[in-house]
């Protein structure tokens, strides 16, 4: 067997690769459920703690200032183990996927509060005084005038966000979520060879390749002229 | 005083931190009447225009415009707004929206107009700055003086009843100063209250009832233009109006 031949049985053993392919769907099916729980309440919830911030209470802010850095500052892995091993202490017993899901929530909303803010602080004073002195109100200049300019802004550096941390979903396997990542570490246990881990690969690339792309579409429709 | 005032700023003062910006300024503006605001930088006179729609919150004194106590706590501050427009040195307009988006946003919001009567409005305040043609273009598709103007549109759209220029000329080359001054002056011709401060001495000059002049948070001095231009009572004005005119 040539060191060739030994390369394709190891990364492309045809045989493997369709036995664990149903396992690897399955995880596939796994992961985006988890990606997309994680986008949805991550983004939303980041969203919601810097249009809290933007009210400008200082006790209110410290809190939120405090959480972001926290959760920037963990490991998301940490966080999936506390939560995981950790909770059962207080009668709280989450399964792996909640524990995941919890945690890539929680660094995703920190780091898109952070995105977000900078977005609302970067629009110019003069706007927010010029939408005032028309009569809208706090929260109408918000909605109307902030807040569609300062998204265009967060695009590019939320969707790089998004990405890396909705591949952490991949840290679900430690604590037995069958994602991709855990269907196919299995596959290779069962089956003594790598395969289904290119698999894997070419799972997520199914997967998030098409996110960037769409992130960079989104970046360049959003653009206007200033 | 010919008519009943329009604006009625009493002892106003403010301060930001420390630093005393006016020093209990009085300004009461008539209906129908163009005051003109000068003073070096720093005197004052920008926080006073913005202490007269609450941009600014005077740290005491009182501010009635169109009759409505503006330092009560009680008074809507947005519903009041309405009734006071105001026009900045750096145009803000929405980057985000077209020229009648700008104009329309309050009237819909703010005034609670159907789309179609803010359309409407819309419409007439641009065709009023002379950009009907432009309803259609962002901010970033205009020249300074049409930002301006659209400016201008927005505010007038809600039929304020008195206007607040802050040198509403200062960012705009020298080529397109006029277009907003003639803007300014056909307002001026319809009746609008206004208080313009500015730098544009020829615009005080043939457009002003009369002329303030600031200088470190009290107002020195005030008279018809001729009066402050011409034979102005105070040294730090006499001395104002020559640097001006050197340049």
């Not at chain 2, 003062?13 to 129908?32: C, I, N, P, T, Y």
């Not at chain 2, 005077?58 to 006071?84: F, K, M």
Request: hydrophobic letters at 50%; a neutral charge.
């Amino acid at each position: 067997m040539s060191n060739w031949d030994r390369f394709l049985d190891t990364f492309f053993n045809a045989k493997v690769m369709a036995k664990y392919l149903p396992d690897i769907a399955y995880g596939m099916l796994i992961t985006v459920e988890l990606a997309a729980l994680v986008i949805v309440s991550g983004i939303v919830s980041g969203l919601a703690l810097a249009l809290l911030r933007s009210l400008g209470y200082r006790p209110v802010n410290l809190l939120i200032v405090f959480v972001v850095d926290l959760f920037r500052a963990l490991p998301p892995l940490v966080i999936i183990v506390f939560i995981y091993f950790g909770l059962p202490a207080v009668d709280v017993s989450p399964s792996g996927f909640v524990s995941t899901w919890l945690s890539l929530t929680l660094v995703l909303m920190a780091f898109s509060e952070e995105i977000f803010w900078a977005g609302i602080t970067s629009i110019a004073r003069g706007q927010w005084e010029a939408a005032r002195s028309t009569g809208l109100s706090y929260g109408q200049t918000l909605m109307n005038v902030v807040l569609p300019q300062a998204l265009r802004l967060t695009i590019p550096p939320l969707t790089n966000r998004t990405i890396a941390i909705t591949k952490g979903t991949a840290l679900g396997t430690v604590v037995a979520v069958s994602e991709i990542l855990g269907m196919a570490s299995s596959a290779v246990s069962n089956s003594y060879n790598p395969s289904p881990l290119t698999l894997g690969a070419i799972a997520y690339l199914i997967l998030f390749l098409p996110m960037v792309v769409f992130g960079r579409w989104l970046e360049t429709r959003m653009a206007w002229k200033r | 005083m010919p008519d009943k005032p329009i604006v009625e700023a009493r002892g106003i003062h403010k301060h930001f931190g420390a630093h005393h910006v006016l020093k209990g300024v009085d300004l009461v503006l008539a209906e129908r009447e163009l005051a003109f605001v000068i003073g070096p930088s720093g005197s004052g006179k920008s926080t006073l225009l913005r202490c007269l729609n609450r941009l600014e919150d005077p740290s005491s004194g009182s501010v009635i415009v169109d009759g409505v106590d503006l330092l009560n706590p009680r008074t809507d501050i947005n519903h009041a707004r309405q009734r006071i427009g105001m026009v900045f040195q750096s145009f803000n307009l929405y980057p985000h929206m077209t020229a009648l988006g700008n104009v329309t946003l309050a009237l819909r919001k703010v005034a609670g107009r159907s789309r179609d009567d803010a359309d409407a409005l819309g419409h007439a305040a641009l065709a009023r700055v002379g950009l009907a043609d432009r309803a259609g273009h962002t901010p970033g598709q205009l020249s300074g003086g049409q930002q301006q103007r659209v400016a201008i549109a927005r505010a007038i759209a809600l039929e304020p009843r008195v206007m607040l220029f802050d040198e509403p000329t200062s960012a705009l080359d020298p080529e397109l100063v006029g277009s907003v001054l003639g803007v300014m002056r056909d307002l001026r011709e319809s009746g609008m209250a206004m208080v313009v401060v500015s730098h544009e001495m020829g615009f005080a000059r043939n457009a002003a009832d009369r002329v303030l002049f600031m200088d470190e948070g009290v107002i020195v001095e005030q008279g018809t233009p001729a009066e402050i231009f011409e034979t102005p009572s105070h040294d730090r004005t006499r001395a104002f109006i020559g640097q001006i005119q050197r340049h």
